[in-house]
Structure formats: structure tokens, C-alpha cells
């Protein structure tokens, strides 16, 4: 069991919008640490799409937002497209854990 | 282009110990913690230890503590994960992974290595 939730598996149809949640607690993202996200394309090791629970890296298209809100955040995708068929981690800090976590993944299809 | 190579995966018998070694490249290495992720065969990622820019703060996931040691050398630009006592829950890829910036040793992973592939089985 991880110590971030996320649903195993989300889809959506092309142009539409979809989110991906992750859900902590009190020792992870409702001490305020950082949410980051990840995508993960088979085969490749993982990408930075997320960072400090609302930045994009260079490069990341702005269809990718990050939020956070408690002791959750949210990955939106707007306009999806084929190609962000993947896997997707959230990762935070855990102060009972002493350590960084992430959450189990949710992979993504693009009907 | 800043860049992370591991090497040293392989098989290994359970009990045995590897070395594994990250060399980078193309940024300025002692200025940022590091750390190390697995990803076990169809699962997710798992944290598994981390280092400070400067070497001296060390810190491990309960899963490993006493078995595996980080470690890096600043003078070659190389980061390594020693792992001792094997087992077979220990079957992964592992991946070598920057911080984004140079003040916080957990912050977001912003470049990943492309995996060495540790299997611990007799």
C-alpha cells in the first residue's frame, strides 16, 4: 500500500479533459510539503510534468496543471491526446517516514 | 546535455551484494542531493535512499536501512548505491535521480538515469 492514493486507472477520449488525484495526510501533503508529478511511457524511466504543486518544467506543454488542496492534489490533462497514454506518480515528502513517497500510479487511456 | 548513466545491475543470489554507480554529467554535481529509486517488474516507483550535495546527510527507506549505503564522490562526478544482503523483494530497476534545485534534499526529480536492472534470485 502506498502512502499516496491514486486511482489505479483513469481514460478519457481525445480533446477531453481528465484528472488524477492523490491523496495524503497529515505527516505528507497536509504538512504542506511539495507535490511533484511524473509521467511514465513504457519502457522509459519517468518524467518530470509537475513540480512544487504547480510548476512546469521547460518543455511541459500548459495542457499539464498541478493543484493541491488539504491533504490531496490533482494532475489535470486538458485537450488529451494520444500520446499521454502513460503511467502517472505523485510524490511527496512524508515527516513520519522521514523520507520521499509516491503514490501507486494510475495509467492513463486515451479511448 | 545533462545526463545520468548508471551501471553495475545484474543477477545476483539472494544474500549477495552489488555496487551500483550513477555517473553524471553536464551539471554541477556536488551542488545537488541525489537519490535512488526502484521500480520492481509491472509496479511502481519506490524511493530508496538519499544523499546531500555535500555527502554528509544521508537517508534510507525502512526497506532498506542496514542493507543498502549511499554514497557519492564529488571528485569523479559519481553517485553509488551499495547493496548487501539481497533479497528477492529487492528485484528491480533501479534509477538514479537530481534534485531540481540545489536547497532541499527532496525535492522534485527533474533528470533521471535510464536504469540498471537488478534480480536477486539463485
Known amino acids: 500500500q502506498s502512502v499516496l492514493t491514486q486511482p489505479p486507472s483513469v481514460s478519457g477520449a481525445p480533446g477531453q479533459r481528465v484528472t488524477i488525484s492523490c491523496t495524503g495526510s497529515?505527516?505528507?501533503?497536509?504538512?504542506?510539503?511539495?507535490v511533484h508529478w511524473y509521467q511514465q511511457l513504457p519502457g522509459t524511466a519517468p518524467k518530470l510534468l509537475i513540480y512544487?504543486?504547480?510548476n512546469r518544467p521547460s518543455g511541459v506543454p500548459d495542457r499539464f496543471s498541478g493543484s493541491k488542496s488539504g491533504t490531496s492534489a490533482s494532475l489535470a490533462i486538458t485537450g488529451l491526446q494520444a500520446e499521454d497514454e502513460a503511467d502517472y506518480y505523485c510524490q511527496s515528502y512524508d515527516s513520519s517516514l522521514s523520507g520521499v513517497v509516491f503514490g501507486g500510479g494510475t495509467k492513463l487511456t486515451v479511448l | 546535455e545533462v545526463q545520468l548513466l548508471e551501471s553495475g545491475g545484474g543477477l545476483v543470489q539472494p544474500g549477495g551484494s552489488l555496487r551500483l554507480s550513477c555517473a553524471a554529467s553536464?551539471?554541477?554535481?556536488?551542488?545537488?542531493?541525489m537519490s535512488w529509486v526502484r521500480q520492481a517488474p509491472g509496479k511502481g516507483l519506490q524511493w530508496v535512499s538519499a544523499i546531500s550535495g555535500s555527502g554528509g546527510n544521508t537517508y534510507y527507506a525502512d526497506s532498506v536501512k542496514g542493507r543498502f549505503t549511499i554514497s557519492r564522490d564529488n571528485s569523479k562526478n559519481t553517485l553509488y548505491l551499495q547493496m548487501n544482503s539481497l533479497r528477492a523483494e529487492d528485484s528491480a530497476v533501479y534509477y538514479c535521480?537530481?534534485?531540481?534545485?540545489?536547497?532541499?534534499?527532496?525535492?522534485?526529480?527533474?533528470?533521471w538515469g535510464q536504469g540498471a536492472m537488478v534480480t536477486v534470485s539463485s
Open positions: 497529515s505527516s505528507n501533503i497536509g504538512a504542506n510539503y511539495l
Open positions: 512544487g504543486n504547480t
Open positions: 553536464a551539471f554541477t554535481f556536488s551542488s545537488y542531493a
Open positions: 535521480a537530481k534534485v531540481v534545485s540545489t536547497n532541499y534534499n527532496f525535492d522534485a526529480f527533474d533528470i
